[in-house]
């Protein structure tokens, strides 16, 4: 067993699709339209389905606006250097909301972005 992929509730595709790839460096994988349900959805990724989970952005057309509530916490994402990546969003508009630096009460370096909906991501370095 392997966790497939997150879904996020989205209310503009393309901008939260640059966002993901423009910004964060994934690739849009797939994308398909049901007119019968009136949804969109575009999955993302740093890999292939078949071998990496990856990221569901459900874009409901009729909906123009979500609640994210107080369970929802972030999606994590390791990168090389924390302070260049948040550099480089900063540079491409992104909204950095906790800047690169050592998490509290410890030495793990991290920072938080957020998404166009306001979803907070994680990132941190991946020292693997």
């Keep these: ?12 595709l393309e901008k939260s699709i640059s966002f993901y790839t423009d910004l964060l460096g994934m690739r849009l ?3 398909k339209d049901y007119p019968g349900g009136k949804f969109t959805l575009a999955f993302l990724g740093y890999g292939e389905e ?3 989970t990856v990221l569901e952005l459900t874009h409901n057309w ?16 390791g ?3 924390v302070y260049k990546a ?3 969003i900063k540079s491409k508009g992104g909204k950095v909301i906790r800047d690169a630096g050592p998490m509290k009460n410890g030495t793990t370096i991290l920072a938080f ?8 991501i994680e990132l941190l370095e991946d020292n693997r």
């Design 1 to 12: 067993m392997r966790i497939l992929h997150t879904m996020l509730r989205v209310t503009d």
């Design 29 to 31: 994988l797939r994308r």
């Design 50 to 52: 078949s071998e990496q």
């Design 62 to 77: 009729d909906v123009s606006a979500y609640e994210i509530g107080n369970a929802y916490g972030h999606i994590a994402v």
């Design 79 to 81: 990168v090389d250097d």
């Design 86 to 88: 948040c550099d480089l």
């Design 113 to 120: 972005v957020e998404d166009p909906d306001g979803y907070k």
